[in-house]
């Protein structure tokens, strides 16, 4: 007997997990590359982990000299070492978070924290009804949206090796017999082999084509099987009363949690998304949801083998079966297989007529295509009441009634995605349009852009009352209008061929005024998807309008653009009519967080949360937000349960969609069980932040707001100083960032369609926000997660703000209550400490050596390593504890880790001052070597922290 019997709260099982996968790995490495290179990574592991257990300097001196010696193709091999057992580690602590979950329900039958069992329980004992709940659910709207990003390194091949190492070792936790665990562990060392002898990295830079394959491949291990069980889980809890063993199985759920992508719609600075790309996307979508429903209606007609010799079936069932064509005699008596037969044939005549391809499995009879998801679901919902009325309910939630929800939830569409574009562009699209049209004004040709904003808002809402059209197909316009104008047609033929679901958004980056948006629906009248205003409006008529508001003065005047644009009779008439009464704003996290840093990032999030719940609730339109998160805590990353309880009341009200980005994504749903614990905390968070008393939480929100709105004002203004001051204000502060960083061997490695850079050169500004995080957390800083922090706190307690209790000592205990009763700012405080936890001085002056400017070097990191331990300093005198002591678990998870991380960082450092100095006299050969390596040792930083962007 092998089995673990895991207890809720023992390492042991993920220690031994870790253990077991860690002497594979040894044992293929030592096959397959030779005793030597073997004692070379072990001796390299044994005095990396002699240092992180007894702290001794000589001996991180004596990891880094070692390194140093390392030649030819050793740092490549080690490299590969320490970063696959870091992907192992990952695999045995996902499998460890699903066993914990099982051996919790076993020990105890109490809810855990975060599952919609413990939301519906606690909804109820605060007064929440289940009918309440059931008329939230049909308005809510919670979705995650996958996104592509320029910092996802790790590829398919990979990941696919990883699931099935995960598979293994969940059936390692059954009984076997001592044959069967040496077949299991005999077919884990094949799987570790297969990912030693698998290339890590990617040869060539990630398409948009291959973006799309990824995201699908979260589909099918995932998505599409775990979503319906998220909803049938709800359902069993909402119906409180015990269910008869043959009762009718619960219609499904009004949809409220659905998908969302942005990949193939994302154009916003990536010139390889256009139309085509769009187009794609589609119908790849299409292709894979039709590939599952006719893999489920196949398996359906297997199962169901029922026979009129033996029990009755409902008159509309066999007239479904009789209209199926399918006259076959040895089906005569089956009537559930024979109509079955005819919902096959008539899914693969729509997947033909959609995707232009034969996705059948088999030879069908002929039949009509459906005409929409209805249809289907028609059909379906007939077999089920026949089986319910014949004892065959039990037969029904076997497969029936997760096929019936899937097709509710993905329609033929499978996922919304979203355009998105920046202001600019659009901008110069209607300049040109306006141009080449010979708009007039004043007599003279209109010049567009150099229109104040309100004769531009005079002028696009005139244009937006024209039946005529700007455009002409007799005019060859720039390359911009073309490819924008073929985007938006593209999604209106788009939402004609799979549904209006298909594409619903189109998100404008960087809004700063009224006329960013009034220029998209322009825009959207030139392509047809929407009418000229007045004219009649039809539910889901066009796409919503989204603003982007990314950058702190953005955020700040985020509000006022909302009531301005909502107080627009046509825009009013759109989202009472198209938008269900409903509008979206999108908050950016990552950009907001590189232009004033991590506490003023936040708090003006938070207070431009609060403001546009005020504008919206006086105009009586419902306020959906959608968080452009991302992995790591600089751009808005941590635990998304608790940052959904810690918004302002009025932000949720069942209305969120949230961005799921690059590595995050691969975390999350790359195993079905960890897949559906997130959802399940998404949808447990959203239900309770929405239905919760709102007076009462409104009430508390207004007390912190009052008595501690001044010390965070007073604390933010001081952090955005302190950051700013370094990052903007700093003389050759970028030449800094750029040597004492991997961020230019990051953008030359091959893991994103999208380019790192805006624009060409060494500008911060013209960095993009996820790769600016990635390199500081490759450097073991993570300076985009605490930078100005110390400051801030320090400055209060020191000065405080203008209406700041009279003594320190009262500041401080103001400061604490704020930690221990106020979520946003104890949120606030608890993902600092993750990401202080997971940073290193020490290491990170090492990658400081890799300035050749002494005086630059030390100027700039002083400054950081003097906040690094002001801010340490801080957060434990307002936590009275030492970091990570109230958990244990994530403690010695990355006690654990960094002896594997630590020799990747300095094996990075030393291939990074290699391979720049050799492309001063660059040596093709070594050079393609040293920067492979370098990459390797990029792929294994990002999975031992467990974020990358």
Known sequence: MNAIRPQSDSAEPLRHDIRLLGRLLGTVIEECEGKRVFDTIETLRRTAVKFRREGIDADSKLLEQRVKRLQGTDPNSVARAFSYFLHLANIAEDRDQNRRQRARALIDDTAARGSLRDAVQTLASQGVSVARIRRWLADACVVPVLTAHPTEVQRKSTLDVHREIATALTQRDVPLTPQELADLDAALLGRVATLWQTRMLRYTRLTVADEIENALSYYRSTFLTVIPRVYADLSKLLNREPAKPFAAPPAPLEPFLRMGSWIGGDRDGNPNVDASTLERALLRQATVLFEHYLQEVHALGAELSITTLLISADAELLALADSSGDDSPHRSDEPYRRALVGVYARLAATAQALTGQNLARRSTVAAPAYQAPQELSADLATIAASLAAHHGAPIAKLRLSGLQQAVEVFGFHLATVDLRQSSDVHERVLAELFERAGTQRDGKALDYLALNEDERVALLRTE???????????????????????????????????????????????????????????????????????????????????????????????????????????????VKQAQNGAQEVMLGYSDSNKDGGFLTSNWSLYQAER?????????????????????????????????????????????????????????????????RWHLELLVAASLESSLAPRAEATSAEDAHMAQHGPAMSFMSDTAQRTYRGLVYDTPRFAEYFFAATPISEIAGLNIGSRPASRKKGQRIEDLR????????AQCRLMLTGWYGMGSAIEAYLETGAPDAPRSRRSRLAQLREMARDWPAFRTLLSNMEMVLAKSDLAIAARYAQLVPQRALRERVFGSISAEHGRTLQMLKLLTQRELLADNPMLQDSLRERFAYIDPLNYLQIDLIRRHRAAQKHPDAEVDKRVQSAIHLTINGIAAGLRNSG
Request: hydrophobic residues 45%.
């Open 464 to 574: 937006l009352a024209q039946a005529r059209p700007l455009a002409s197909p007799w005019i060859a316009y720039s390359e911009d209008t073309t490819r924008e104008l073929a985007v938006l047609r593209a999604a209106a033929a788009g939402r004609a061929r799979y549904g209006k679901q298909a594409v619903r958004q189109t998100i404008v980056s960087h809004t700063e005024t009224l006329s960013d948006l009034l220029e998209v629906m322009v825009l959207q009248k030139e392509a047809g998807l929407i009418a000229p205003a007045g004219q009649d409006i039809a539910a889901e008529d066009g796409l919503m309008v989204v603003p982007l508001f990314e950058t702190i003065p953005d955020l700040q005047r985020g509000a006022d653009i909302m009531a301005a644009w909502l107080d627009l009779p046509e825009v009013r008439q759109r």
């Open 611 to 675: 403001a546009l719940v005020d504008v919206f609730s006086a105009r009586n339109v419902r306020l959906r937000l959608f968080h452009g998160r991302g992995g790591s805590v600089g751009r808005g990353g941590g635990s998304s349960f608790d940052a959904i309880l810690a918004q302002p009341p009025g932000t949720v009200a069942g209305q969120i969609r949230l961005t799921e980005q690059g590595e995050v994504i691969q975390s999350k749903y790359k195993d079905a069980e960890v897949g």
């Open 769 to 776: 926000a996820i790769p600016w995080g990635f390199s500081w």
